[in-house]
């Protein structure tokens, strides 16, 4: 333990991280230690679902900010390829929820999914704990591969189903809807803010080990509020239908098959590529064949709903170089202070938690005075604000000179724009999605496809011998930077033509079919969603 006086910003951050954990920790047991139904005028499974979702959000962005570091310097894979294994890693994560939350809805039930899920995730978060020697010829990497592939597979049954059960504590009509997503989104942010910090701290200061177990004691953490806390769902998230012993074993073996399937998908991500470019070549076949059989209005909905989500693989893409090449050049270029390179993904997050009621407010004060942007047009925003935010950190970083580190500053302002640029586009393109089309496959779809980009992204900073350079890495960025504000202008210029194909003065309200299954899952990284359109 270092003498106080010997403490860096690094240090100081992290205590103040292990404050605010420990005052979420005495409200959520004051919750529990509560004889009454509610908390707040919100039932308290509500709260337990926060702090389950808070821990797990917490172990697996925790995880996340460290890993590129573990991937280049333990494993010693060269920087592009660890890009590239980052991208493939995070665009499965938002694969498997499709199953995950098919079999929960069809079969097993929320509460049960999502308890397998965490089991799961909690197995992988430890099995990141066992470092070994290092270096690719050590045969502990395959423990890695395991933990790696348990996390994506647990992340399918978990992300998809816990904030479903969420809508389940309330009646479709009940107006303290949106006030609870708001609350369990904050849940997700604090995870995710705590988390980068203290795992991130503990990975790079201390050891990989330290940091990775604190992401396991994390989600163990996570599941044990969660099985604690059953009595207090009421019934929310059971299974459909009584389900016979011999077919839940069956459910669970099939996950237990598909962690063997990302244990070696993970690894060959040429594979995944290659699946990406044939399963979204059949999925657009297949909704473009279903539209044309369509009415007009609901045929010029889905050719809307395309137009859209179409535009998540460049936003993401770009988003998601946080965790890879930015996290690298953090790391290598910019004059930290003390910090360590991963604890500043915590920033995206706290401004998350500081942005999201405001632009909330700010669609609702435009809309009442008819000056709301459209879903499309905010989506030219979004992609102006990343573009933008790529550009001016190019520019900060080339006028200190070459061989000056870049000023932190910057790296302040490009996640200030990329978060803005977030809450432009993420909970609105979900509010479109539950509005105007029947599946959030294709949403969600897409943004894998996007970290699967943003991969490749990433691979193009290592240049042709996978080394990053500085200036090779700022000239990459400020291309992706130019062609975004582009293509921004372009769909800004188009979105009367797709606000037009939405119809949505003639767009009836619908039930969802699935009790909560018109809820909004989480769709990316640490964003809160309140609604809008």
């Not at 900010?65 to 592009?80: E, K, M, P």
């Not at 993420?426 to 294709?442: C, T």
């Amino acid at each position: 333990m270092k003498d106080i006086g010997l403490w860096d910003e690094g240090d100081w951050i992290a205590v103040i991280a292990l404050v605010v954990l420990g005052v979420f920790l005495t409200v959520g047991g004051l919750i529990a230690g509560s004889k009454k139904p509610e908390f707040a005028g919100h039932p308290k499974g509500l709260y337990m679902l926060f702090f389950a979702e808070m821990w797990e959000r917490f172990s697996y962005y925790g995880m996340r900010a460290l890993l590129i570091f573990y991937l280049t310097q333990h494993w010693l894979f060269s920087d592009g390829k660890s890009n590239l294994i980052y991208g493939a890693y995070t665009s499965l994560v938002y694969i498997t929820p499709v199953l995950g939350g098919y079999l929960a809805d069809r079969y097993l039930g929320q509460r049960k999914a999502v308890l397998f899920g965490g089991v799961l995730l909690a197995l992988g978060h430890l099995f990141m704990a066992f470092e070994g020697v290092g270096g690719q010829e050590d045969p502990t990497i395959n423990v890695f591969w395991l933990a790696l592939a348990l996390i994506i597979v647990g992340s399918g049954f978990l992300k998809a189903n816990i904030s479903v059960m969420v809508g389940q504590l309330y009646r479709l009509t009940d107006m303290r809807r949106d006030a609870a997503y708001t609350i369990f989104y904050m849940g997700i942010n604090v995870g995710a803010a705590l988390g980068t910090i203290l795992v991130g701290y503990l990975g790079q200061k201390i050891g990989w080990a330290y940091g990775f177990g604190l992401a396991g004691i994390g989600m163990v953490a996570g599941l044990i509020v969660f099985v604690l806390g059953k009595n207090v769902l009421l019934g929310a998230g059971e299974a459909p239908a009584p389900l016979p012993r011999n077919k839940e074993m069956t459910i669970y073996a099939v996950g237990l098959g598909a962690v063997a399937v990302m244990w070696a998908l993970v690894q060959y991500q040429d594979i995944i590529q290659n699946l990406l470019i044939i399963s979204g070549l059949a999925l657009l076949g297949y909704v473009l064949y279903e539209s044309f059989k369509l009415d007009k209005e609901p045929r010029e909905r889905m050719f809307a709903i395309l137009f859209l989500i179409a535009l998540n693989p460049l936003f993401w893409g770009l988003f998601e170089q946080a965790g890879g090449s930015f996290n690298l050049y953090t790391d290598r270029y910019v004059d930290k202070g003390g910090v360590p390179a991963s604890v500043f993904q915590s920033i995206n997050p706290i401004y998350i938690i500081l942005f999201a009621p405001v632009f909330a407010a700010l669609w609702q004060w435009l809309g009442k005075k008819g000056l709301e942007p459209s879903a499309p047009a905010k989506f030219a925003l979004a992609l102006a604000q990343v573009g933008l935010g790529f550009l001016v950190f190019v520019w900060g970083a080339s006028s200190v000179g070459p061989e000056v580190a870049t000023p932190v500053l910057f790296v302040f302002l490009l996640y200030l724009l990329h978060t803005t640029g977030e809450l432009c586009l993420s909970p609105v393109g979900l509010s479109a999605m539950n509005r105007l089309a029947p599946s959030f496959l294709a949403w969600f779809y897409m943004t894998a496809v996007g970290n699967f980009v943003a991969g490749k992204i990433g691979e193009a900073t290592g240049g042709h011998d996978g080394a990053m350079t500085k200036d090779a890495t700022l000239g990459i960025y400020w291309e992706i930077g130019l062609i975004t504000i582009g293509v921004s202008i372009v769909v800004l210029a188009l979105s009367p033509i797709v606000k037009k194909w939405m119809h949505l003065d003639t767009l009836a309200d619908r039930e969802p079919a699935v009790p909560g299954s018109g809820e909004l899952g989480e769709p990316q990284a640490a964003g809160t969603h309140p609604k809008g359109a």
